[in-house]
């Protein structure tokens, strides 16, 4: 039936979406801040999905969150490029998981630039880099330019029809419910968590609103087959993101 195929073409969406977001996480939380602090010989005290603090981790710990993110969005967009023919399914993980990482990076460097808070924000206080307000202006330009840049991309490889939308809704709303189950103050997780989400991942609202209000020749519902695997990896992810980046580790002190 039709709507059985329209209901598998957005539950098999949200579940790559979900992937692609927890691995845009990951990269950034784990592997990019945490790695780089424990090489540095530092010692983390919090580590969440939204939250990241240490000692002794150094200016490169900082920096190495959304660092990381732009290398995993990159290499993301290296595999479109140089797989000719992906499966369909494979191809829609490969287009979020760049759109996450890109726009995680990129939305570091406005969001420093435009509020002063952040990593790149840490990274200028403690290189002591003046005048601030000249490297905030940097940071800002690069990152509209990032972020302009992904959007392409996402336009460019995206297969015609994919729900957007609902890519957008269900990282967001993951980025949200993983926070409810925080061991600290919640309130404050959930404003980051919404950010993260929703937030940075805005350019995914915007494409799909855009293309709603193209009216001649809109594109038909991208044709594909329920993904079982995606829906089953993406609800086994789900379980382990909330029990332990959802959850967090470390002291809530440090919050």
């Known amino acids: 039936m039709k709507t059985d195929r329209s209901l598998h073409r957005h539950a098999t969406m949200a579940a790559i979406s979900i992937i692609a977001f927890i691995l845009a996480c990951a990269a950034h939380e784990v592997v990019g801040h945490g790695g780089m602090c424990m090489v540095a010989g530092g010692h ?3 580590l969440t999905s939204v939250y990241f603090r240490s000692l002794g981790g150094g200016v490169l710990t900082d920096a190495a969150g959304p660092v990381m993110n732009l290398i995993v969005g990159t290499f993301c967009w290296y595999f479109l490029r140089k797989w000719t023919a992906p499966p369909i399914l494979w191809r829609l993980f490969l287009v ?4 996450f990482n890109l726009f995680w990076g990129a939305g570091c460097f406005i969001l420093s630039a435009v509020t002063n808070t952040g990593d790149w924000a840490f990274v200028l206080r403690q290189l002591e880099l003046e005048p601030v307000w000249v490297w905030r202006l940097v940071l800002g330009v690069l990152g509209v330019f990032i972020y302009r840049w992904t959007m392409r991309l996402v336009v460019s490889y995206l297969p015609s029809g994919a ?5 957008y809704l269900a990282a967001g709303i993951l980025s949200c419910i993983a ?3 925080f061991f600290g103050p919640v309130t404050p997780a959930l404003r980051e968590a919404a950010l993260e989400g929703f937030g ?5 609202l915007l494409l799909a609103m855009n293309r709603r209000e193209q009216k ?5 519902p991208l044709a ?4 079982y695997a995606w829906l089953f990896a993406a609800a086994v992810l789900t379980v382990i993101f909330i029990a332990t980046l959802g959850r967090g580790f470390g002291s809530a002190g440090a919050v």
């Open 44 to 46: 983390i005290t919090l």
């Open 96 to 99: 979020l998981a760049m759109a």
């Open 163 to 167: 729900p957007l939308f609902t890519a």
């Open 179 to 181: 926070t409810l189950f």
């Open 200 to 204: 940075l991942g805005v350019g995914l």
């Open 216 to 220: 001649t020749n809109p594109p038909p």
């Open 224 to 227: 594909v087959i329920a993904g």
